[in-house]
Structure formats: structure tokens, C-alpha cells
């Protein structure tokens, strides 16, 4: 039970008491009050009136917000709530009030609790900008508590699961949701502004394609046949390319049935788009435009901290061959990358275990990730991919052994991929049967399916086409210098929390008043126990013991 706390039941027993005194403590047809950024900037002159009582009683506000701090003084109170604008302090007292008003709330309305409070601004002592009241109600009753102030919310597991709580608390957090959902808005923008069209694709896949990756499957009850959430929508997007559409793109999640780590959650969000009578030359020149576009249009430095580094993203961004990267960056000695059984050699004097039937373009990739991807601080565009980690990507007519891709690479994390695409139906025929053998062969769950509809489409004839995709939470965090995935998403993946009983224990009883403080609610103090983390409540259940 989550009520079950007796310090839950007493804030529960105040809405009740609430009731009973005719307040309804959860009223509907609530108004948005004045933001209170404006409110503060409108009435700063306040402040230079020459007069013994700086205020204005001619100007009336409104305002809504949270109560983050209240402080009763007898017959008055100060509090400070809280808007989506920012935290402003409002003034009360039982004079100014409805008879009797308020000694009815004085000790049910609290920190947590949603108010309005309308009245005339004026400046305390101490210089600040106050609400001065003549209407106080209760919008929304708190049943939870807030996290005392100096402890806050700490726990990062907690932070996750309970997002609505981590923005309460911690408002800075929603900066980076704003922030992300501008870079969204303009990405979408950019595009849009460049002829390409927005679609939307299925997200329930008869085939597994697109990449190399594990599925989620699921069941169609109505078919009764299996399904797959999406691992990426190029495949259909490029039916799109050759039904005619010479510029799409496309923004929504992508589902990988795979670990869980600072960069990788099982659903993300990315921008896939594609490009008829365009190579992957135009797609390096085009995102190297898009982040320019994006840092104009935030007002961002072109150097930006990320961690230890400053990563500059001043164009033009470098462009390094795959192959060369091995040696110039990765310092792999030259006569090791090209043949196999002395990438074996090396990769096992450095202890880096492999499958030993891999293809020299998966160990050249085993070289890359170990010794290349995390020295990838500035953005950089590794180029020319070896073909048999490329199953989609188009051969280059100099080298057959190579595909015309590239992969962005920003503070060590792949941002981008994208390539010529593959438009020679025969070819892209036999490489899917490569992967169904490598799939048989190996148990390789990641390994691409044959989609033979996709064969039949190009058999149509594509355009040659480029395509390529970003990843729109790894850039949300390197342009708000977050180093975990779960700091961008709303709501991450989470393992399944383990139910935690409240019981009467000396470990979860406040040392003060010998109240219930459950787990999420307790603070530690010098090590000496837990207290409640509402001093004011403590403090009046203490005393009346």
C-alpha cells in the first residue's frame, strides 16, 4: 500500500480536515496565475518608491505554484511557491484574510501543497519583491511530501523512476527537456526548410531490417503472427525513395532489445533521412550545415564543455578513412590492419578476446572500437567502412572492399551513420543471404533477415539515393553536456523496482517524534538516525507527544 505510512495518513487527514471546513482541497476551474518572472520584473520599481512602506496597492497580481518553503509566525506567514517562471514569496496573514480563514489552514496547507494567492506587490525589509495577500486557497493537496531542502533529491535511481518528482525538486532539470525539445523543433525545421518531407513509418515490422540488431518481438492476436518493433525504418523509408519521394525524413523511436548503459536505452529517438541523386559526400556536407544551423539558432560558442574535454565544433569537421584511422589515431602498426591473422595476434596481446571466425572487416571493426572510437573527442567523420560491416551501404567503384559510409563521432559516441545507398537489387540480394547464412551459421541474433519485399522494391529501380541517421539523444547530450542517456529521456528504462514494505522499525522512526518516515522520504543526519524531513511537522509532533 502506498498510503500506508502514518505520515502519509496525517497529510491525508488534513485534506480531510480541509473538506470538513467547506475547502475543497483539489477545486477545478483554476485559473493559471501571473508567471512570476513577470510579475517580479514588472514590479521592480517598486523598490525606488521614496516612502517608509515600499508598495503599491493600486496594482492587484494573481499567482499559482507550489509551496517549496513556509514559515508561520503567530498570525502571519511568509511562503515562497514556485511556477514554471521561477520562485516568488508571497505574505498572508489572518487580518488580511476571510474571517476565521486562516486559522482553518494555517496548519493544513504546506510545503508541496499547489496554491493561489492573490494581492498587491511590495518590498520587505530585506529588500525582496513580495505578494502581499488578500485571497490564499488551496489548489492541489500534496499527499507526498517534498525532499527537505538540503538533502534534496539525491538518489539518481529515484530520479529516473520518479521524473515528475527530479523536476519538483531539482527545476533545473526541466532546462535540459526544454533544450532538447528545441533541438527537435529544429532539426525538424531545418529540413523542412530544405524541401525534405516528414512520414511516418510502421512501428511494427513483419521483418526485423534496417541494422544489426536484436528485435523485441511480440504478438499480433488478431493475425496470429509474430511481430517486431521497429530496430530502424530505412528499409521503408527507401521504398518511399523509390515510390517517388526524393527527400524524407522522418523523427520517432527506434526499439533494440539489447544491454542498458550511459549511451544506450532499449527505445530512442532518431532522425533517419534520405536523399535521391545525393552520395554520402552530400550527407557529411549537409550535417556539418545542420549543427551549424543549430548552434546559430541556440546562441551556442562553437566550443562546448563536455566532461574533461572542450569540444570545438568549428567547421569543418575532420574526415578521416576508416582504414587510416586504424593507424593514424588508433596507433595500430600499418602491416597488422589489412591481414587477419595478425589483427588475431594483436587483439590478444591486448587482451581483447575474439571470435576467431570473424570476417577481416568485423576485426578491423574489434581494432576500431577498442583503440579509435573513445580518442574521438572534436567531431569527426570516419569515412570509407569496410563492405562487410556495411550491409546496406553502396560499394565504392574504386575499392569493391569498401562502402561509401561514414560514421560521426563526437566525445567518443557515434552520433550519426549514413551512406550511398545500396540500389543494385542482385547485389543487395545476395548480401542479405550472406547474413541469413551468418545468422544460421553463427546464432547470431543481431544479424540481419532477408526481406525479400525490399529486394522486390528496388528490383523497381531506386534513384541513386543517400541516406543517414542521428541519434537524437546522444545530441541532446553533448549540446547540454549530459553524460548519461537517462538525463535526456523523460522517462529511461528501468529495472523492475523490488516492492519495499514499510514496517515499524528503529531504522525508519524519526528520532525526533518516533514518526514512519518511509525510505523515499527519510534523511540522514551526521549519522546519528533519520529524521522527517518536514521540520514544521516534526517539530508540532514532537511537541504534542
Not at 496547507?109 to 506587490?121: N, R, S, T
Not at 526485423?208 to 530502424?232: D, M, S
Not at 589515431?329 to 589489412?338: C, L
Amino acid at each position: 500500500m502506498i498510503f500506508e505510512s502514518q505520515y502519509i495518513q496525517e497529510r491525508i487527514k488534513k485534506a480531510q480536515m480541509l473538506r470538513e471546513e467547506g475547502i475543497n482541497p483539489y477545486p477545478n476551474q483554476i485559473a493559471k496565475g501571473y508567471p512570476s518572472s513577470q510579475f517580479l520584473n514588472e514590479c521592480e520599481y517598486i523598490k525606488e518608491i521614496d516612502a517608509e512602506e515600499k508598495k503599491d496597492e493600486t496594482k492587484s497580481y494573481t499567482l499559482t505554484g507550489r509551496i517549496k518553503f513556509i514559515r508561520i509566525m503567530g498570525k502571519a506567514a511568509f511562503a515562497k511557491i514556485e511556477d514554471s517562471q521561477g520562485l516568488v514569496q508571497v505574505y498572508y496573514n489572518r487580518d488580511d484574510l476571510p474571517e476565521g480563514y486562516y486559522n482553518k489552514v494555517k496548519k493544513l496547507i504546506e510545503v508541496g501543497d499547489i496554491v493561489l494567492a492573490e494581492g498587491f506587490p511590495f518590498v520587505t525589509q530585506t529588500g525582496e519583491i513580495t505578494l502581499h495577500c488578500k485571497r490564499f486557497e488551496i489548489v492541489s493537496k500534496a499527499i507526498f511530501p517534498l525532499p527537505e531542502k538540503f538533502h534534496g533529491l539525491q538518489d539518481h535511481e529515484l530520479r529516473y523512476r520518479q521524473r515528475y518528482l527530479d523536476m519538483i525538486v531539482n527545476p533545473e532539470v526541466k532546462d535540459i527537456f526544454v533544450m532538447r525539445s528545441r533541438i527537435v523543433s529544429l532539426v525538424r525545421r531545418f529540413f523542412e526548410d530544405r524541401s525534405f518531407l516528414e512520414v511516418e513509418t510502421p512501428m511494427l515490422h513483419p521483418i526485423p531490417g534496417g541494422a544489426n540488431a536484436r528485435p523485441f518481438v511480440t504478438h499480433h492476436n488478431a493475425l496470429g503472427i509474430e511481430r517486431y518493433l521497429r530496430i530502424a525504418p530505412e528499409l521503408y523509408l527507401k521504398r518511399l525513395v523509390v515510390g517517388g519521394m526524393e527527400a524524407v525524413f522522418e523523427i520517432n523511436r527506434n526499439f533494440r532489445n539489447e544491454g542498458m548503459d550511459h549511451t544506450h536505452n532499449p527505445e530512442f529517438t532518431m532522425i533517419e533521412f534520405y536523399w535521391a541523386y545525393r552520395t554520402y559526400t552530400d550527407l557529411m556536407d549537409i550535417t556539418q550545415d545542420l549543427f551549424d544551423d543549430l548552434f546559430s539558432k541556440l546562441g551556442l560558442p562553437t566550443i562546448l564543455p563536455y566532461g574533461e574535454h572542450m569540444i570545438d565544433f568549428t567547421a569543418p569537421f575532420a574526415r578521416v578513412p576508416y582504414l587510416e584511422s586504424l593507424t593514424t589515431i588508433g596507433d595500430v602498426p600499418a602491416d597488422i590492419v589489412s591481414d587477419k591473422e595478425k589483427i588475431l595476434a594483436y587483439l590478444k596481446e591486448h587482451n581483447v578476446k575474439v571470435d576467431p571466425n570473424l570476417t577481416l572487416g568485423y576485426l578491423q571493426a574489434e581494432l576500431f572500437d577498442e583503440f579509435v572510437e573513445a580518442k574521438l573527442i572534436n567531431p569527426t567523420f570516419i569515412t570509407d567502412f569496410p563492405i562487410d560491416i556495411s550491409p546496406l551501404a553502396r560499394r565504392s567503384d574504386a575499392n569493391p572492399d569498401i562502402a561509401e559510409r561514414f560514421e560521426l563521432f563526437i566525445a567518443g559516441k557515434e552520433i550519426a551513420n549514413g551512406f550511398s545507398e545500396l540500389n543494385d537489387p542482385i547485389d543487395q540480394y545476395e548480401r542479405f543471404k550472406s547474413q541469413v547464412a551468418a545468422k544460421d551459421a553463427t546464432g547470431d541474433d543481431e544479424a540481419m533477415h532477408m526481406d525479400t519485399d525490399y529486394v522486390k522494391a528496388l528490383s523497381y529501380g531506386m534513384t541513386p539515393t543517400a541516406g543517414e541517421g542521428i541519434g537524437i539523444d546522444r545530441l541532446v547530450m553533448m549540446l547540454t553536456n549530459q553524460h548519461s542517456i537517462r538525463d535526456v529521456l523523460l522517462f529511461p528504462a528501468m529495472k523492475p523496482e523490488a516492492p519495499q514494505p514499510v514496517t515499524h522499525t528503529a531504522e525508519n522512526v524519526c528520532k525526533k517524534c518516533g514518526h514512519d518516515v518511509p525510505e523515499e522520504l527519510k534523511a540522514a543526519k551526521n549519522g546519528k538516525g533519520f529524521f522527517c524531513i518536514d521540520v514544521n511537522a516534526c517539530k508540532e509532533r514532537a511537541a504534542s507527544k
